[in-house]
């Protein structure tokens, strides 16, 4: 079983909506939990970043990490073309060095 | 402020031949470095990360190698490619105690 899963897609959505983005994953250590955005032939940038349980939102995107359920998600609103790319969970236990990243979720937005 | 750079952007390598791929972190000291790959329509694979200067930890046995001459210098090599090393190489780095990657531009390699 891989540490992260998430839905490879491609989800592909008009203009404006609202997107909702997921991870699962196995090891109820994890503390700190990231989403990043990849577009095509571009090294990941952080979109977002939160510890532990709860809620964090910025502009149109919400990072909510549910630890109990061991699930993570985003959540785009009014979703442009620019949000076009894919979008990677990446997750990390307190004092260690890895990071474990999900295999990225491709997403359109058609104008 | 602190900047990662990642060279070459590309390139087409013959089987066989050698590899070095370099990245550099500007204005922080001491950070914990990263290789990973990516191949294509795949997620991020670690392939190396280092706490310090020559202290490396590899993550996946394979012909590739990794090095730390200095600080903020860290360096991917092969002596002899394979067709299976083609991918997305990116290099990523962290402040000691930070809890969020930045990553470079990325490499782009193809074993031809």
């Known amino acids: 079983q891989k540490e992260v899963e998430q839905d490879p897609g491609p989800l592909s959505v008009p203009e404006g909506a609202i997107v909702s983005l997921n991870c699962t994953y196995s090891n109820s250590a994890f503390q700190y939990f990231m989403w990043y955005r990849q577009y095509s032939r571009k090294g990941p940038e952080l979109l977002m970043y939160t510890y532990s349980s709860g809620n964090k939102e910025d502009g149109r995107f919400t990072a909510q990490v549910d630890k109990s359920s061991k699930y993570i998600s985003l959540f785009i609103r009014d979703s442009q073309p620019s949000d076009s790319a894919t979008y990677l969970c990446?997750?990390?236990?307190?004092?260690?060095?890895?990071?474990?990243f999900g295999s990225g979720t491709k997403l359109n937005v058609k104008p | 402020s602190q900047t990662i750079h990642q060279w070459p952007a590309t390139l087409v390598q013959p089987v066989g031949s050698p590899l070095s791929l370099e990245c550099t972190v500007e204005?922080?000291?001491?950070?914990?470095l990263y290789w990973y790959r990516q191949a294509a329509g795949r997620g991020l694979q670690l392939l190396f990360y280092?706490?310090?200067?020559?202290?490396i930890s590899s993550e996946v046995p394979q012909n590739l190698s990794a090095s730390r001459p200095q600080d903020r210098q860290f360096i991917l090599s092969s002596k002899k490619l394979l067709l299976s090393d083609s991918g997305f190489y990116l290099c990523?780095?962290?402040?000691?105690?930070?809890?969020?990657?930045?990553f470079g531009a990325g490499s782009r390699l193809t074993v031809l």
């Open positions: 990446a997750m990390r236990v307190n004092n260690f060095n890895k990071f474990y």
């Open positions: 990523a780095w962290r402040a000691s105690g930070a809890n969020v990657l930045t």
């Open positions: 204005g922080t000291s001491n950070p914990n």
């Open positions: 280092s706490v310090g200067i020559g202290q």
